[in-house]
C-alpha cells in the first residue's frame, strides 16, 4: 500500500522548535521531489519547501527562509523538515507530498500534522 505519513507535529512556544518527519511506504522516495506544505484555518494551501530527487536542490518559501531545513535520508525513505525559531503564524496542518515527474503535480500526499505554536 503506497502511503505518506507525517509525524512529529505538536504545541510549541515561540522561538522554538520542531522536526516533521514523512515516512513513505509501498514506494522508495529516493526518486521523488518531495514538498512540505502547510494550511491555516481560513487560508489556502502553501508551498512551504521542497527538495529535489538528487538532493542537489531545495526551495524555502521567503517566510521561512534561515529557519526551516528540508533534508532526506533515504535509508529510512523518510524526508524531514526542521523548524527553528518558530512563530505563531506558522501554526497550520503541515503536509508532505510526492512528485515523481518534476511537473509539480503531485502523485501522493499524506494526511498531515498540526503544528500549533503559542505561548
Known amino acids: 500500500q503506497v502511503q505518506l505519513v507525517e509525524s512529529g507535529g505538536g504545541l510549541v512556544q515561540p522561538g522554538g522548535s520542531l522536526r516533521l518527519s514523512c515516512a513513505a511506504s509501498?514506494?522508495?522516495?529516493?526518486?521523488?521531489?518531495i514538498g512540505w506544505f502547510r494550511q491555516a484555518p481560513g487560508k489556502e494551501r502553501e508551498g512551504v519547501s521542497c527538495?529535489?530527487?538528487?538532493?542537489?536542490?531545495?526551495y524555502y518559501t521567503d517566510s521561512v527562509k534561515g529557519r526551516f531545513a528540508i533534508a532526506r535520508d533515504n535509508a529510512k525513505n523518510t524526508v524531514y523538515l526542521q523548524m527553528n525559531s518558530l512563530k505563531p503564524e506558522d501554526t497550520a496542518v503541515y503536509y508532505c507530498?510526492?512528485?515523481?515527474?518534476?511537473?509539480?503535480?503531485?502523485?501522493?500526499w499524506g494526511q498531515g500534522t498540526q503544528v500549533t505554536v503559542s505561548s
Open positions: 527538495i529535489s530527487s538528487s538532493d542537489d536542490f531545495t
Open positions: 509501498g514506494f522508495s522516495l529516493d526518486s521523488y521531489i
Open positions: 507530498a510526492a512528485d515523481k515527474s518534476g511537473s509539480g503535480s503531485y502523485d501522493y
